[in-house]
């Protein structure tokens, strides 16, 4: 079984984020950048799961600079054979998917995996957009994969329950909480890794669909006004001049 797994750089939760004057470019300088943790947690290890029971590749892509290649090795490291960077910055989402299905064309994959979302965007866009350019079938936020033949058996989140699936692969999915735990990558993996190959791939022409104009960053939190427990009588004056709800 031939899977691909597409990883992306995220910023770390805790840090700090901050824009140019352009509003267009992250300030990279002191943040600390991971594998987007779906797509390492759950797409990832699934991919290596279905390795393990049915034999076969785990290739890893990712579209980005070379700054990203020490996250690429902890994919490596986890358990991916082989790994591909299409050396491009992207745009948006579109970017990013019509970049992997140009690379996805040339080779036979069974199986593509991306996580439900990216913890930086949360757009949940490039899985559908990939499906799509590829004219291939596509569950989103899957929480269970099993594999008979050519029919997959998915079990994915859907408002107020779970819908049961039967999909021909090949496929394009999306992996969410349930599908697979995290691994850890150990010493030998992380020794592996080097060895491994890391494949710089060129970019494609893709029409831009999508102009960034500029990055926002939220309004900072105002104040916080602190009240006696005994000063009743304040409580309920900031609930009907400032909050207005009494």
């Known amino acids: 079984m031939n899977l691909l ?6 910023p770390d939760t805790t840090s700090k984020i901050a824009f140019d004057d352009s509003g267009k470019k992250l300030l990279e300088d002191g943040v600390q950048f991971i594998i987007n943790p779906y797509d390492e947690w759950y797409a990832l290890v699934r991919a290596i799961e279905l390795k393990e029971q049915f034999g076969g590749q785990v290739d890893v892509i990712h ?10 090795r902890k994919a490596l490291a986890i358990g991916a054979d082989a790994a591909f960077r299409v050396d491009m910055i992207p745009a948006g989402s579109w970017d990013t998917a019509s970049q992997i299905a140009a690379f996805a064309k040339t080779r036979n994959y069974d199986l593509i995996l991306l996580g439900k979302e990216t913890i930086d965007y949360n757009g949940s866009e490039v899985g559908s957009m990939l499906a799509g350019i590829l004219d291939l ?28 699936s039967e999909v021909h692969i090949p496929m394009v999915l999306s992996c969410a909480k349930g599908i697979a735990e995290q691994r850890i990558p150990n010493m030998m993996g992380i020794m ?21 104009e500029r990055f926002e960053l939220p309004p900072a939190k105002s104040s916080v006004t602190m009240i006696a427990p005994d000063d009743i009588d304040k409580l309920v004056d900031i609930f009907h001049s400032d909050l207005k709800i009494i």
């Open 192 to 212: 592996n890794a080097k060895k491994k190959p890391l494949e710089v791939v060129s970019p494609t022409d893709v029409h831009q669909h999508i102009i960034l």
């Open 5 to 10: 797994v597409c990883i992306s750089k995220t």
């Open 137 to 164: 079938p596509y569950i989103a936020y899957a929480t269970k994969l099993t594999i008979d033949g050519q029919i997959a058996t998915l079990e994915s989140e859907i408002e107020g329950g779970i819908a049961l």
């Open 63 to 72: 579209v980005g600079e070379a700054s990203s290649e020490m996250i690429i």
